[in-house]
């Protein structure tokens, strides 16, 4: 198939889209590019419906970018996942912090 096809299927918002030139077509694949960013980074925390999970893979099968983005977004999630959410903050040695308090007042 075709990527104006996908990008037609892509829309599943009850819009008939029939992109007749290439230039249509880019078009219409930057507006589900959006979609697709909105979906991935919603998909994070909730399961989506059943055609926005088939429309989201139809376009990321023909969307290099979003599939990029998409492996982004996975990559922060296990970073950040392998962390716990209680690290205690850093604490500025007391010396160090009257000293930069010092220098922020000269420098007023």
């Given at each position: 198939m075709r990527a104006s096809h996908y990008?037609?299927?892509w829309n599943y918002t009850g819009t008939e889209?029939?992109?007749?030139?290439?230039?249509?077509?880019?078009?219409?694949?930057?507006q589900t590019c959006t979609e697709a960013v909105r979906l991935l980074s919603e998909s994070q925390?909730?399961?989506?419906?059943?055609?926005?999970?088939?429309g989201l893979r139809m376009h990321?099968?023909?969307?290099?970018?979003?599939?990029?983005y998409n492996r982004q977004l996975?990559?922060?999630?296990?970073?950040?996942?392998?962390?716990?959410?209680?690290?205690?903050?850093?604490r500025l040695p007391d010396e160090f912090r009257q000293q930069l308090v010092r220098k922020l007042e000269k420098a007023d």
């Open positions: 990008a037609t299927v889209n029939n992109p007749k030139n290439e230039e249509s077509t880019m078009s219409l694949l930057s925390d909730t399961k989506l419906s059943m055609t926005a999970r088939v990321l099968a023909i969307c290099r970018q979003c599939r990029r996975q990559l922060m999630r296990s970073v950040f996942g392998a962390y716990p959410e209680n690290i205690p903050a850093a």
